[in-house]
Structure formats: structure tokens, C-alpha cells
């Protein structure tokens, strides 16, 4: 069965240093997304891809962020300049259509901001 | 963003049905009503969903009120692999396609 992959599963990162998380979808979705979630919180919408573009993100997703999508199979979150508040649960979503389709999540990768 | 409000948590031994209920008395007449659940450690799964009609598929049955104010997820059996944070999600048909995850309920699967 296709699955959403996510490299690494846990990063570790100094404060102020760039990290990206690194997601495969699944090959035939079209819409990518990120969440987030905090350790004991809820998880968090940060950002919708689609057709090369966002095409919505929520007030987390601030400039710190970006999202690209560089080859036909990977979709990348980078952050710029990592926060302590940055460290969480960083989950890859896709699916085939918008709306109401499913979205299929990855494994997450684990965040850790010293 | 319509409102869903679900117990916290709830327990339920191996191989019997279990009743999730999610209140979502403010729903629209666009909301179509998301299952996902979340087992430990790992990213969420979708499980069902359905806009009036009562569904099933082959993780789980959803049982929507006639005025779609609250709805019910139902597993037949529990098994102990079962045991995750189960969320009501409403998403809005013709708007975002975000999606918008409360605290959930904390099912307990005891053998």
C-alpha cells in the first residue's frame, strides 16, 4: 500500500540554524500539506501546496518558513532560523484531490531545538 | 470554523463495540463530518466520513443524526490496536481543505 514518507524521523538542531524536513507523498496526490504538533498539544495546519503554489497557511506559517516542492516526488518544509518553540512533531500530509478527500499523513519527523 | 466537542476519553475492553460521540451543534449544511485517529507515536490516519447518510467501511461505521448535530463513530470490535486519540473533524465542502484537529478522545482498549 502507497504511503507518505518523511526524512529524518528525528532531527536535532541548534537555535538560529537552518533545518529542512524532507517528505514524500504519495506519487499520484496533487495537494501537500504540513502540520505540526506540539509534544501533549494539538496538531496544527501550517500549510496547503498545490499545482506549485500555497495555497493556504495558517498564521504559524510565518517567514520563517517555506515549502517547495523541487522534484516530482519530494515536498520540502524549510525553516530559516529554528526557535526554541519550533521543536515539535512535524507531519507530510497528501491527497489525491482537495475538499473532501482523505489526506494520508506521514510517520512525522521529531524536531528538537536546543 | 464549526465546533466539534468530544469526551475526553473513553474505555472499552478487547472485542466489543465502541461509541464515539462528537456534538457539533453548529454545523452547516456544506460541513462534511472527518473521522481521523491518531494511534502513539505516529501521524494521524483517516478513518471515515460522511455529510447526512450513515456509513461504513472497513475500519469503522458512522452514524449521523437526522438534524447533523452530533454524530457517532462506531467500532464493532475494539481490538487493542484500536487503542488512539480519535478526532471529529467538520470540514467546510467549498472552502478550505485544511484540517482543523481539536483535543479528541483518548480511547482505552483493555484485554
Known amino acids: 500500500e502507497p504511503e507518505v514518507t518523511q526524512t529524518p524521523s528525528h532531527q536535532v538542531t541548534q537555535m538560529g540554524q537552518e533545518v529542512i524536513l524532507r517528505c514524500v507523498p504519495i506519487s499520484n496526490h496533487l495537494y501537500f500539506y504540513w502540520y505540526r504538533q506540539i509534544l501533549g498539544q494539538k496538531v496544527e495546519f501550517l500549510v496547503s501546496?498545490?499545482?506549485?503554489?500555497?495555497?493556504?497557511k495558517s498564521e504559524i506559517f510565518d517567514d520563517q518558513f517555506s515549502v517547495e516542492r523541487p522534484d516530482g516526488s519530494n515536498f520540502t518544509l524549510k525553516i530559516r532560523s529554528t526557535k526554541l518553540e519550533d521543536s515539535a512533531m512535524y507531519f507530510c500530509a497528501s491527497s489525491v484531490g482537495a475538499m473532501g478527500n482523505e489526506q494520508f499523513f506521514g510517520p512525522g519527523t521529531r524536531l528538537t531545538v536546543l | 470554523d464549526a465546533k466539534t466537542t468530544q469526551p475526553n476519553s473513553m474505555e472499552s475492553n478487547e472485542e466489543e463495540p465502541v461509541h464515539l460521540p462528537c456534538n457539533h451543534s453548529t454545523i452547516s449544511g456544506t460541513d462534511y463530518i472527518h473521522w481521523y485517529r491518531q494511534l502513539p507515536s505516529q501521524g494521524p490516519e483517516y478513518v471515515i466520513h460522511g455529510l447526512t447518510s450513515n456509513v461504513n467501511n472497513r475500519m469503522a461505521s458512522l452514524a449521523i443524526a437526522e438534524d447533523r448535530k452530533s454524530s457517532t463513530l462506531i467500532l464493532h470490535r475494539a481490538t487493542l490496536r484500536d487503542a488512539a486519540v480519535y478526532y471529529c473533524i467538520l470540514r467546510w465542502a467549498y472552502n478550505t481543505d485544511k484540517l482543523i484537529f481539536g483535543t479528541g478522545t483518548r480511547l482505552q482498549v483493555f484485554p
Open positions: 501546496f498545490y499545482n506549485n503554489e500555497i495555497s493556504e
